[in-house]
């Protein structure tokens, strides 16, 4: 079983729509979680932090539930320029972090 | 802007060669690492490193080795190419042991062809 799995879509929404994706996780020592994203032919880059009590960043919220064992992204108000990969990824504690293969998203105009 | 700079964004090499991919930033970081990325399997830890000398085997370690001689530079090894290794590769740098550490900035990759 994958460490981390993430659904790799690809989700097609229209602008202004409300998306959210789901991540879970197998390694319950997992210490820290993260979404980044990572755009097309480029390299990934840090969104998020996702820490217990939820986070807002903007129109992004993130949620951890450690008892299921899975972490969520939720994009409010789709823009075009959120079209991208959108990584999980956790610290499991062993000073390197452990990826998930990325959900993509497409926002259609 | 911290920086990482792959020495080489396209490489084409046969079967059996030797390859050397390099890797530097700029901004005084102790940890750094190398993942490859591919389709379907997202980015999978080959090596890392948390200070100069040091290295740590990810989770695909086998087919490659590591060189940490300096802070700034961190390079990755392939002694006898194979079609296998045909990917992405990503080398990262972080900070520290604390939350900085969690931040890795990446460079822009080197796509390996070997044929």
Not at chain 1, 64 to 86: E, G, H, P, V
Not at chain 2, 60 to 69: D, T
Request: charged share 25%; glycine share 8%.
């Amino acid at each position: 079983r994958k460490e981390v799995e993430q659904d790799p879509g690809p989700f097609n929404v229209p602008e202004g729509a409300t998306v959210a994706f789901n991540c879970t996780y197998s390694n319950s020592a997992s210490q820290s979680f993260f979404w980044y994203r990572q755009d097309c032919r480029k390299e990934p880059k840090l969104l998020m932090s996702v820490y217990s009590s939820g986070n807002e960043d903007g129109r992004f919220t993130a949620q951890l539930n450690r008892a299921s064992q899975y972490i969520s992204l939720l994009i409010r108000d789709s823009k075009l320029s959120d079209s991208a990969t959108y990584l999980c990824v956790l610290d499991t504690g062993r000073r390197a972090l452990t990826f998930g293969s990325g959900t993509r998203l497409q926002v259609q105009p | 802007d911290v920086k990482v700079t792959q020495s080489s964004r396209y490489l084409v090499k046969r079967t059996g060669e030797k390859v050397f991919l390099e890797c530097v930033q700029d901004m005084d970081h102790e940890n750094m690492f190398w993942y490859r990325q591919d389709p379907g399997l997202g980015l999978r830890l080959i090596y890392f490193s948390y200070d100069v000398k040091m290295k740590e085997k990810g989770d695909i370690p086998e087919g490659y080795s590591v060189s940490r001689e300096k802070k700034e530079r961190f390079s990755l090894i392939l002694e006898s190419a194979s079609t296998n290794q045909t990917s992405m590769y990503l080398c990262a740098s972080s900070g520290g042991t604390g939350g900085g550490a969690n931040v890795l900035t990446f460079g822009a990759g080197s796509r390996l062809t070997v044929l």
